[in-house]
């Protein structure tokens, strides 16, 4: 399915489940609204009985020979097509007076209900009916009777059914129109950028991502054992080392790092960096020393040759003195193998120098 019908179908579920909860809640506040207002105009039907019953009793008539009663009773029904069933009864909740003669002498059901005052009003819902009873009261403002009528539940029910198909018909109406502005909404507005912009996204991105080689050795490093690490007081072998890059694996991906591990490389690291400063440092000083011992070796050995060379120009003149020749023949010899054991010396000394010295050092 696509990105975008998915967006619409969601939208649209909403709304209408957004319409069928309001209609649903309009409809229980409905019924008792208009519960409340049929009875209110039943009740103006029902005063209306209650007024002229009571002015014929206030001038005399007697309750249980009234004349024209069913004249009025008729009227009422004529009137309230809904109301089905009228009828008038005295204080003992007999039933005098009835739309339908055959239930008269009989008692209501239910029971006539104790009134309070003269414009009390009493209602219930009986077996699918609702029934009011308005009291009669006499020329003392004694309640002496009832008026009473009901209507069936059906015809709360039959408005409620109409109100409902005219609610889904608004409903649908409203979907429709909705449906087809949402449709262009998510498309230009919506859909459209969001796909946009999820594409470039996506052409910047290339999941799973390719780390570094520099990243990817430090994560096969870190997933080594730590005895494969090198010991820092162990001296390390010497190793030729090509200068030739050397290809890493493309296929190495993002792997979870611990963060202690890295902690601890990181430690580590920078122990082995002091430690190969402080060598160096060391190594540079020693070297510095050695070149100057080579400096001090080499005047030394040009000191000596200088000095031979004296001598042995002396040896030559005083060859034809005898007696020079016998006083200092024993003194030359002497001076000059101490010349000679001197050279050998500094001469083994330059050649270790020389060998334990670097080429690069020594080029310098």
């Not at 055959?102 to 209501?108: L, N, Q, V």
């Not at 000095?307 to 003195?321: F, H, P, Q, T, V």
């Not at 193998?337 to 670097?358: H, R, S, T, V, Y």
Request: glycine content about 6%.
């Amino acid at each position: 399915m696509k990105f975008q019908t998915k967006i619409f179908l969601v939208t649209l579920i909403i709304l209408v489940s957004a319409l069928m909860l309001n209609s649903v809640l309009s409809l229980a506040s409905f019924e008792k609204i208009y519960v409340s207002s049929l009875i209110s105009i039943y009740e103006v039907s029902g005063k209306n009985l209650k007024r002229k019953i009571e002015i014929s009793l206030r001038l005399g008539k007697p309750m249980d020979k009234f004349e024209g009663m069913e004249r009025l009773l008729s009227e009422v029904m004529a009137k309230n097509p809904e109301i089905t069933d009228v009828g008038v009864g005295n204080i003992d909740g007999e039933i005098l007076y009835h739309s339908n003669p055959k239930i008269i002498g009989t008692r209501f059901s239910p029971s006539l209900p104790s009134f309070t005052s003269p414009d009390q009003v009493h209602s219930q819902l009986i077996r699918n009916t609702y029934v009011t009873f308005l009291p009669l009261t006499d020329r003392s403002n004694t309640i002496i009777g009832a008026v009473s009528f009901s209507f069936p539940q059906a015809v709360i029910y039959g408005r409620l059914k109409a109100m409902a198909y005219e609610n889904l018909a608004i409903l649908w109406n409203i979907m429709l129109t909705f449906s087809i502005g949402l449709i262009v909404f998510i498309a230009m507005l919506v859909a459209r950028p969001i796909r946009r912009d999820l594409i470039g996204i996506g052409r910047r991105l290339d999941w799973p991502p390719k780390l570094p080689p520099v990243v990817s050795d430090i994560q096969k490093r870190l997933q080594m054992p730590a005895s494969t690490f090198p010991d820092p007081n162990h001296e390390p072998e010497k190793h030729f080392v090509s200068d030739e890059p050397q290809a890493l694996n493309p296929d190495i991906r993002y792997a979870d790092l611990n963060i202690g591990e890295i902690r601890n490389e990181l430690d580590r690291l920078d122990f082995h960096l002091s430690e190969f400063v402080f060598k160096a440092g060391e190594t540079l000083n020693q070297v510095e020393g050695l070149r100057q011992e080579k400096q001090a070796l080499i005047a030394a050995i040009h000191d000596c040759t200088d000095i031979y060379a004296r001598l042995k120009i002396n040896y030559e003149l005083s060859s034809g003195d005898s007696a020079v020749n016998d006083i200092g023949a024993t003194d030359l010899l002497e001076g000059t193998e101490m010349i000679l054991g001197m050279l050998g010396i500094a001469g083994q000394a330059l050649m270790g120098f020389e060998e334990e010295l670097p080429e690069s050092l020594e080029r310098d």
